[in-house]
């Protein structure tokens, strides 16, 4: 009931002029698919929606999918103690409470005595503000890397040894056996872990706990744009078109995924 | 020649290593050094390992109580949740519905939806008509509802690896439905609670959106939301209160991350490698 019927009510919010105050509150109006029409043509959605994508490319589908890799596959061979040490740093980025890693990252990134600019020896540069989407992709990068190593790391210990075996005594390097014997293994590991880690990036409103979309929207994704449209801006009924159109991002990419895992079955 | 190179390469990899384990370690530091300095600033310095931010907490009206209502909030939803998804799952695992596994997983990816930004507006309109805002009730329900999905799904898998035979035999012996349930069912599928109720605190206990929307009075709300409400009487951010809250709020979670990657290991399992 809490899942299709917000649902339903996002379609006919979509369809309304519906405001918090004012008389369109009391009141509201169809106005039909204006409200979508409206939400594509709009600038601002679009500049909006860019950003989403390029976030969930850049963090998801390129950042955590490889950092997590990177590491499943250096960490295979490594001593108990390192795989450990590594580990739990990775984990502890992934466990600790959303508020509280965004004002841990608004620290280390501040123009003002942040600690990456202690050690690059660049004092007073603002990476908030110059480079807000470049810092929420590095941002989830580290926020989210710890579930693709993890299920990369479950999905190699299930490669077969004797492949890899056969592979190094045809005289196949560490890449060559990457290439042609790991990865047609963990094939299906990989596209569900992308389809996972692009869905929770898309829906992600921790940069709203970071940047709030400053300055001036350019961090504002999608998430973040529908909250200040709705609640600051009180636009409930074009913010209810966004929320569907999201939605459907949502449904769409859920639908791929299932029918991935029937192919595979 | 290829002593050396292999010197080498082991060398590189544990640069590599050493490199990507600052990264995620590096951002963590403030959290453990600001709360023991004297008017903490960004910046991470050594502590003076002093305990006056936290004297100066236990003084601010709604921190120490908002933890209590995280911890509330956390408790009554995951029982909910669990006691909730127990019963559905049982169902769902007796009887075979045509098309069940397609049907779990697209409630299992929407279930990361529905607590998230997509259904704010309309989940927010809804809890305004019901006149459940700012109540408990109402988020406890928001919650539930978005965690109940994902609940259900895990525990399918738990209750369909069961042996029937026991339920069974609990049957000719003349128990009904609710006796096997409680008594045959439910202490073979325990791991699986665990595993949900766990899941379900560590969710409650960091959502922010949910209850950032739906409470509207200082004293109820949750740890999450009143970290973000600490400022300085110059309208700054008052961040020898904000670390300190910040290392009390986030305590919990590492210890039952250390209790869980223990006890069972922290590794993934089950239906989402598949």
């Known amino acids: 009931m809490f899942l299709i019927l917000p649902a339903l009510w996002t379609l006919y919010l979509g369809l309304t002029d519906y405001r918090l105050t004012g008389a369109a509150a009391a009141h509201p109006r169809i106005v039909g698919v204006d409200d979508y029409r409206q939400a594509l043509g709009d600038k601002d959605v679009r500049d909006a929606l860019g950003r989403t994508l390029l976030f969930v490319f850049g963090s998801a589908i390129v950042g955590q999918n490889l950092l997590g890799f990177l590491l499943a596959w250096s960490l295979r061979s490594a001593r108990a103690w390192v795989r450990a040490a590594v580990e739990t740093a990775v984990l502890l980025a992934w466990i600790l ?18 600690t ?12 908030w503000f110059e480079h807000p989407m470049g810092a929420l992709i590095v941002f989830n990068t580290w926020r989210g890397t710890a579930f693709s190593m993890m299920l990369f790391s479950a999905a190699l210990s299930n490669v077969p040894r004797s492949q890899l075996e056969s592979a190094r005594l045809a005289g196949a390097r560490g890449w060559q056996q ?75 990419l859920a639908l791929a995924y299932v029918r991935i895992l029937r192919r595979r079955a | ?33 600001a709360p023991f300095t004297r008017h903490p600033t960004f910046a991470v310095t050594w502590p003076d390992f002093t305990l ?58 929407l279930s990361s939806v529905i607590t998230g930004t997509a259904v704010m507006v309309p989940i927010f309109q809804l809890m305004f008509r ?10 406890i329900l928001v919650l539930t509802g978005g965690l109940l999905p994902a609940a259900i799904f895990i525990l399918t898998d738990f209750m369909d690896t069961m042996p029937r035979l026991q339920e069974e035999s609990a049957r000719v012996f003349g ?73 009390l709020y986030s305590v919990p ?12 290991g922290f590794r993934l399992h089950g239906g989402i490698t598949a």
Do not use: C
């Open chain 1, 97 to 114: 409470p959303g508020v509280v890693v965004a004002w841990l990252w608004i620290a280390f990134l501040k123009d003002q005595g942040g």
């Open chain 1, 116 to 127: 990456l600019n202690a050690i690059l020896r660049t004092p007073g540069h603002d990476w």
């Open chain 1, 178 to 252: 990457l290439r042609d014997v790991v990865l047609p293994n963990i094939r299906g590991h990989i596209l569900t872990n992308t389809l996972l880690i692009s869905l929770w990036t898309f829906n992600d409103f921790t940069p709203y706990l970071i940047t709030k979309g400053e300055p001036h929207g350019a961090s504002a994704v999608l998430p973040v744009y529908i909250y200040l449209t709705a609640l600051p801006g009180g636009r409930l009924g074009f913010a209810g078109a966004l929320s569907l159109t999201m939605l459907l991002i949502n449904l769409l």
């Open chain 2, 1 to 33: 020649m290829t002593a050396v190179r292999t010197v080498l390469r082991r060398i590189g990899f544990y640069v590599l290593l050493s490199l990507v384990t600052a990264f995620f370690a590096l951002p963590m530091l403030w959290l453990v050094t």
């Open chain 2, 52 to 109: 006056a931010n936290f004297r100066a907490l236990t003084d601010s009206p709604d921190a120490l109580s908002s933890l209590y209502n995280s911890a509330a909030l956390s408790l009554s939803t995951m029982l909910l949740t669990v006691a909730a998804a127990a019963l559905a799952a049982y169902a769902l695992s007796k009887v075979r519905v045509p098309g069940r596994g397609a049907i779990l997983y697209l409630l299992l990816l």
């Open chain 2, 130 to 139: 019901l006149r459940l805002l700012d109540h408990d009730l109402g988020v």
């Open chain 2, 175 to 247: 128990a009904n439905s609710l006796q096997v349930f409680g008594h045959v069912v439910l202490p073979n599928v325990r791991p699986g609670l665990a595993t949900i109720a766990v899941w379900a605190v560590v969710n409650v206990w960091g959502d922010f959106l949910v209850p950032f929307l739906l409470y509207r009075s200082p004293d109820k709300r949750p740890a999450a939301v009143t970290l973000n409400t600490f400022y300085t009487e110059g309208g700054r951010p008052d961040l020898a209160l904000i670390s300190t809250f910040s290392l």
């Open chain 2, 253 to 264: 979670m590492v210890i039952m991350f250390l209790f869980v990657s223990r006890r069972y």
